[in-house]
């Protein structure tokens, strides 16, 4: 224990993570703050430049409302769009919040610097209603420069984990700070901070992925996203809601690039390998989802359930009709052969750039197999379960709305003061949350999620100004907490003389071992790729049961250098994650997302009982989990419009 320094820092604002939400959080945080004499540090767990899932780059940018403009929408229309495309259950107050904000995030973003396609009178070019089209290799490079130049170098610890919150000694349920190590050098730090804003993304690797083996580590959300939000939340006994909401993502298959620039800019179909469109031959099997099977666009888990039964029908492969797509697109010009020949040119290289952009695995693999997009088709298929609080679900943590539109029962303040409400705070004093960590709240992606980090920072700030209070922390406890985060280290050296073998041994579990028995237990019990996502009662009780064991277990995690002591809490949070999802799979009786998750006990939508919220609260006096639901507020009257 000698050897690793402890570092104790104090802030006022402390922003955990350096994604999308993060750099969001930073520069609002900074403008409100630089008056104030308030303090704001972030602490990412990578480097901010390419950490987190925006770091390969991306090709579109999914929310953008172009509110106020010719053809544009209303924050309504966003409302109405993602609450049916997500069967109902969605906090309207947080949605419309970000339909009338996120326009000024992409604004932003093309000021510092990001290429946005523009057509010939300058206007955006739109990929679908709500996406447009960028240059992005770059984009977490510019939104992170611009995180950086607001906060400062020495506001700022890269490479330094994050292992677990901490509360204040003095006032209940209040955060206090945080305690977590450097993965580079032997630095154990204690912070504390007034208030703290959670921006650790989603999970991967919760579930087996489809690639393992050698292709171990490809997926499509990012593998260092580990739960880290849910977990810590949980831990301190904030409330998590729709943890079942889980999302299974149709790809391309293997190399996991995204479908929406074919479907929605190059408007391409899907077939079975029969060639028939299931949205079109399949439409009388989603019907039992209505009133949300009729609006348009059909929602995501109805078209990916459309396409899973083709699957499981034996009809696959399930291919895009790339070909297809490309040729209609430049058939507008037949009658002009250098037209043709010049269009044809331009949407091969905008296939490849899309791939390029974000998914640079993806066009590996096309490049591997020898695929050309306008000649042949390429296979799609549904991915293993991802949390992702910021795509088409919703998992994360249950957050006070904005003052103006939530409704009393999903705004709160201190001391449960409604006319003090702070924006995007969970149910802990002073603990906020964005982007993927923050709940009930689907469609948000890149843009919104840098958006919502603005929303919450600027609350943050509020709420650090009416409770100015130094945070009551122990630190005579601070070896304590050291000794339990570096545990693994020494249960690696003291075991490790006892095998040949490093990876097995009797006394302890290296993470890697950890994270298949994990993945086996989801996969097998909870639903996986391997069950088409369905699972029972029953199962998700023996999931249970196995899962306890694997609690047990985690005491004996080992680790044989900070990278791997990196990967050991990672997996730890993790665990907390998959559990707080089986419970909320549990919870809820009902298949209300087919396509992502199918109740074989309960195989139908049930409007009367469950258009509710699912929350879950770990009790850290108890250690028990308490279930509950909040009914689904229809504020703007969206829920099944055609
Ligand atoms: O089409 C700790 N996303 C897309 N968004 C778009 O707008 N357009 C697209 O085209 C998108 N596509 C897409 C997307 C993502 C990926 C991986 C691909 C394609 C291949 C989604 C967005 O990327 C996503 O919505 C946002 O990035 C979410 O933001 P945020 O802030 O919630 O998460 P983050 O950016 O991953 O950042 C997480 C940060 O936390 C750090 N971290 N730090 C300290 N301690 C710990 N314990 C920590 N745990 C995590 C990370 O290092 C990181 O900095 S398409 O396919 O959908
Ligand atoms: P994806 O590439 O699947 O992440 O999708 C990118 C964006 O396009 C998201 O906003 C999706 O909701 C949307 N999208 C993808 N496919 C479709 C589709 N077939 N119909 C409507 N929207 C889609």
Redesign the pocket.
Known sequence: MEQFETVEMSTDLLIIGGGMSACGAAVEAVHWAKDRNIKVLLVDKAAMDRSGAVAMGLS?I?TYLGVGKEGGNSPEEFVDYVVNDQMGVIRQDLVYDIGRHVDSSVHLFEKWGLPIWKDEEGNYVHE?R??IMINGESYKFIVAEAAKNALGMDNILERVFIVKLLMDEKRPNTIAGAVGFSVRENQFYVIKAKAIIMCCGGAVHIFRPRSVGEGMGRTWYPPWNAGSNYAMIAQVGGKLTQMESRFI??RFKDGYG????W??LFKSRATNAFGENYIETRVEEIKPWEPYASHK?VP?PL?NHQMILEMVEGKGPVYMRTEEAIANLAAEYKDDPKMFKKKLKELESEAWEDFLDMTISQALLWAATNIQPEKQSSEIQASEPYFIGS??SCSGAWCSGPADIAPDEYKWGYDGDKSVTYNRMTTVNGLFAAGDGCGGNA?K?SSGSHTEGRIAAKAAIKYILNHNEEPAIDMSKADEWKAEIYKPLKTYEEGKSLTVTDDINPNYILPKMFLFRLNKIMDEYVGGTSYWFATNEKMLEKGLEYLEMLKEDSEKLGARDLHELMRAWENYHRLWTAEAHLRHVLYRQETRYPGYLYRSDYKGLDEENWLAFTISRYNPETGEWEMSKVPVIDIFGVIGKK
Request: glycine share 10%.
């Open positions: 579109a999914n679908g709500w996406q993502p149709t995204p479908v929406g620039a479907f929605l666009p995501t078209r795509h088409a469609h992606f």
